[in-house]
């Protein structure tokens, strides 16, 4: 309340088809269709511990109106790269925009 932020808890349906995770793609085409400007997601594993207005973050990133969707690198260690060596991204914090 105190930065303007909508908060959603979202419980994605499981998907037969797919790995536990791909569940985020639908859900995030649903929240672009129901957002004004942009959303980010955590998942509930995260622990958020200092409340701030998440555009402190956004700048200090970069990440400008022309940014369509942003994620976090997985730490550089061995387990996180595929299998052509490129390091992977993680799958627990996003920030998309609907412009």
Request: proline residues 6%; glycine residues 4%; hydrophobic residues 35%.
């Amino acid at each position: 309340m105190i930065h303007g932020y909508d908060y959603k808890f979202i419980r994605a349906p499981d998907y037969p088809d797919r790995w536990g995770t791909w569940v985020k793609v639908p859900m995030m085409k649903q929240a672009l269709r129901h957002t004004t400007s942009s959303f980010s997601w955590t998942r509930t594993s995260c622990s958020i511990t200092h409340i701030f207005p998440l555009e402190w973050l956004l700048n200090y990133w970069n990440i400008t109106a022309e940014t369509l969707v942003a994620m976090a690198i997985d730490p550089d260690e061995p387990q996180n790269y595929d299998s052509r060596g490129n390091r992977l991204v993680n799958t627990g914090f996003r920030h998309c925009t609907t412009e």
